[in-house]
């Protein structure tokens, strides 16, 4: 059985930085795709950032372009995404999630199968 589970949240001012972590367990995820999306209150879940477990390839979300680096460990089976110049409009709730149809980056936040608990980041202004 997959487990997610997300750590790193808080509550920082804009312009702070963050570091996400997501411990994954019960899977070799080498043919997994891996995502971070986030979920603001009365929104949508919106994907974040994206990763290929087996070779690293990356995608970004608009928003998260420049501000934002989504990076994997295998030997801890842990994914990151490390935020900075965070913004109030980034106050969500964050998930970190597999995808083990594909191994290529889906935006779609429904066809990824596995998610975890999310963890809340709040930026105050």
């Known amino acids: 059985q997959v487990q997610l589970v997300e750590s790193g949240g808080g509550l920082v001012q804009a312009g702070g930085s963050l570091r996400l972590s997501c411990a994954a367990s019960?899977?070799?995820?080498?043919?997994?795709?891996m995502g971070w999306f986030r979920q603001a209150p009365g929104k949508e879940r919106e994907f974040v950032a994206g990763i290929s477990w087996s070779d690293g390839r990356t995608l970004y979300a608009d928003s998260a372009k420049g501000r934002c680096t989504i990076s994997r460990d295998k030997a801890k089976n842990t994914m990151y995404l490390q935020m900075n110049s965070l913004k109030p409009e980034d106050t969500a709730v964050y998930y970190c999630a597999a995808d083990s149809n594909s191994i290529f980056i889906r935006r779609t936040p429904q066809l990824y199968d596995y998610w975890g608990q999310g963890t809340q980041v709040t930026v105050s202004s």
């Open positions: 019960g899977h070799t995820f080498s043919n997994y795709a």
